[in-house]
């Protein structure tokens, strides 16, 4: 198989070290490859990505700090504020991950932006009209039962299949969706059709990679997220009292607090998005890899 170049990290230039890609790994050895390649370059990742790092940190905590501190539903104009920074966070985080992508395929980050943001609209799209029509029919279901305990089970019934659903769905969306990122010839059609049944044929293979980096992923976040997450809660619990008639227990200053944390939080996560998106290029890689030996064999076969 031939190996594919990388570029480089420094300047954009292609160099004469490779990455294989089109090699066959377990889900271990894509995570550990994954983590191994962002280790070895952190110097070189670190210089080109901080100051986009920094933006969406920056972003995110304002988004955060404004989220925690107006938590009136009867303010119209806290409701726009908290729509616009949870905007301007979904931007930032897509320009973010294009310029990781930019070290996969050579496009620069504003190419890799308008394809994420385009698999992005197209899949949440489809899986908020799944979530509504399963919603509705299990709401309508239930009513005809005449029975009042039949819409609170009707309710749940219709949550656990969207998850479900969601698990079947995006796990496969692993490899189609960077195959729509790595090759130019792929079309969003294919994101959600050929692409998406070969990646269904490695089910197993890409669910169990995901699931052990989700635990990795997890518990790192649920450390450096955690002093962000009590804030969080105390607040939420402070509102919840007020909306009841108690008086509020929070501090009225808090939002530059809780914009530090989560600033400080999601720059440290920053990075441990490069390596979910190089776990995913080698799940790729494995997933190509695997197809072309089958191919190969069944031809020589006839």
């Not at 009042?148 to 656990?160: K, N, Q």
């Not at 969207?162 to 189609?176: D, E, G, M, R």
Request: aromatic share 14%; proline share 2%.
């Amino acid at each position: 198989m031939e190996e594919k170049k990388i570029y480089d990290m420094t300047d954009g230039t292609v160099e004469s070290r490779y990455v294989q890609e089109l090699k066959d790994r377990s889900y271990v050895n894509c995570l550990t490859t994954a983590y191994h390649n962002v280790v070895d370059n952190f110097k070189s990742l670190f210089d080109q990505v901080w100051k986009l790092a920094l933006v969406y940190a920056v972003i995110f905590g304002i988004t955060m700090a404004v989220r925690y501190t107006t938590l009136s539903v009867d303010k119209p104009f806290d409701m726009l504020l908290n729509l616009l920074t949870s905007a301007a966070t979904v931007v930032a985080g897509i320009v973010y991950v294009g310029k990781i992508f930019e070290f996969l395929n050579g496009h620069d980050f504003k190419y890799n932006s308008k394809k994420i943001l385009t698999i992005g609209v197209v899949c949440y799209a489809i899986a908020i009209a799944f979530f509504m029509a399963v919603m509705i029919g299990a709401i309508f279901l239930a009513l005809g039962t005449r029975n009042p305990m039949a819409i609170y089970v009707a309710i749940w019934g219709a949550v656990l299949v969207w998850v479900v659903f969601l698990i079947v769905w995006c796990t496969p969306l692993c490899y189609s969706g960077t195959k729509f990122m790595m090759d130019d010839n792929a079309h969003l059609i294919h994101v959600l059709g050929k692409d998406w049944k070969k990646g269904f044929k490695h089910f197993g293979f890409i669910f169990a990679t995901l699931f052990l980096e989700s635990i990795v992923i997890g518990v790192i976040n649920l450390l450096i997220f955690s002093p962000l997450i009590v804030i969080a809660v105390a607040c939420l619990e402070s509102y919840h009292g007020a909306n009841m008639g108690d008086p509020m227990t929070m501090p009225s200053s808090l939002f530059l607090p809780i914009c530090l944390l989560a600033i400080i939080s999601m720059f440290v996560n920053c990075f441990l998005i490069i390596w979910q998106a190089f776990t995913y290029y080698y799940i790729y890689g494995t997933i190509e890899t695997r197809d072309y030996e089958t191919n190969e064999a069944e031809s020589l076969v006839h």
